[in-house]
């Protein structure tokens, strides 16, 4: 195996071995951020619209493609290697890197994270199949696809059924529901939806729950809803309804029951949010360093680098970004299937770290560079904004990590109190 290409710049994620796939595809994300998303970020979030041109730049790139595996035509990046790519486009678009991961989650769920779940024959010779569908339009035709998972209720979370039913019906599935947050609406032109399967009872069941294709053409899909948030606004998530909207067999991205085994099996594959908001705690320390040495590109030489308070407040600000690449790295490197308690525990705590270390990264970036860098011609009050949004996203929300955690550290599974 060829050496890794020397990188001339430290990642997101830090400076570790890297393999010469990680190496080349971080070269090329950082190059991507720093030469086109960085300088369009400011239009996305102004206009709160979506980074198309940053997506045409992707598919040039072969990124809609990162996770497909090369027996595929993909480049077969695996978990932890999207995982660090992810951080190096959070860097330099947030939005980008977010909505880049409910792309690149289609791929990866179905590719090496379905690889890791338990399926019969049959249930395996259905998936071989039909994801070779999906991976080709992705590497033929550059589709983009979204994952909406939100509903308003306890569904995203993991604890309820989701409202959304898809029917079987003669070559395919009857779907009518609704969805929230929808990031890529309007843009994606696939439209994978989790939803629960409609038996024809009143008892839905989680276990249900089933991973559909919809196409963004289909007939009775509608999007609707404004999109003003306060961060994250080139995501442009708005709601998605489903009136009998028709899919054929194909469009399902796993077999039935296997997205609930799955979310069972790989607790990881609830982590790729993470990435995005560690590259915006590294845009927002590496401003913080650029400003105090007078090295903003368009702004005043202007030095404040000597005083001692500013000092000691970059100190703390790379002691904590230190704290959560560790963490993070080393959560990317153990995920697999059914990870040990102290595994997922560690899990749980770099998603924590990473969502609410961003923001407050970015709350220390302003206390320390003062009132110029709340102008919004600066990046640093996008960047804060931005950053607010990670540790309110499900499934892991910040309250539900610390629920977790506690409970999954006092009760062994099947325990509980008289």
Not at 313 to 331: D, G, K, P
Not at 343 to 351: D, I, V
């Amino acid at each position: 195996m060829t050496d890794a290409p020397k990188l001339d710049f430290t990642p997101a994620v830090g400076d570790m071995p890297f393999t010469p796939l990680q190496a080349r595809l971080l070269s090329q994300a950082h190059a991507l951020g720093r030469d086109k998303f960085a300088a369009r970020a400011s239009q996305w979030d102004k206009e709160a619209s979506f980074p198309f041109a940053n997506y045409d730049d992707l598919r040039d790139a072969g990124f809609l493609k990162l996770c497909v595996p090369t027996s595929h035509g993909g480049l077969g990046a695996d978990y932890a290697t999207y995982m660090m790519v992810a951080a190096e486009i959070g860097r330099f678009c947030g939005a980008t890197a977010l909505t880049w991961n409910m792309h690149i989650c289609s791929t990866m769920w179905t590719g090496v994270l379905a690889d890791g779940i338990a399926m019969s024959d049959t249930e395996r010779a259905e998936h071989a199949a039909r994801r070779e569908l999906h991976f080709q339009r992705i590497v033929n035709d550059g589709a983009i696809y979204a994952q909406p998972f939100s509903e308003g209720s306890a569904a995203a979370a993991g604890k309820a059924p989701f409202g959304t039913t898809a029917k079987k019906v003669d070559g395919g599935w009857l779907i009518n529901g609704r969805k929230i947050f929808a990031s890529l609406s309007g843009a994606a032109d696939y439209y994978g939806i989790l939803c629960t399967e409609d038996k024809g009872d009143e008892h839905p069941d989680a276990r249900d729950t089933l991973y559909i294709s919809v196409p963004a053409t289909a007939e009775g899909f509608a999007i609707s809803g404004e999109w003003d948030p306060l961060g994250m606004r080139g995501t442009v998530s708005r709601n998605l309804a489903f009136k009998d909207v028709f899919v054929s067999d194909a469009e399902q991205l796993m077999p039935r029951g296997i997205y609930f085994k799955g979310a069972q099996t790989w607790p990881a594959m609830f982590f790729t949010l993470s990435p995005t908001y560690l590259g915006i705690a590294n845009a927002a320390y590496d401003f913080t360093v650029q400003y105090l040495r007078g090295e903003v590109p368009g702004e005043p030489p202007v030095k404040r680098r000597m005083y001692a308070t500013k000092q000691i407040a970059v100190a703390q600000m790379r002691i904590q970004l230190e704290n959560m690449r560790s963490i993070f790295v080393r959560a990317i490197q153990e995920a697999k299937p059914n990870p040990s308690k102290d595994e997922k525990m560690r899990l749980y705590a770099a998603h924590y770290s990473v969502m609410e270390g961003a923001n407050d990264i970015a709350r220390l970036a302003i206390r320390t560079c003062g009132g110029q860098s709340m102008m919004k011609h600066l990046p640093l009050e996008r960047l804060y904004r931005d950053s607010r949004c990670g540790a309110l996203m499900l499934p892991w929300t910040a309250e539900l990590i610390l629920d977790r955690m506690g409970r999954e550290t006092l009760y062994e599974a099947g325990e509980k109190d008289q």
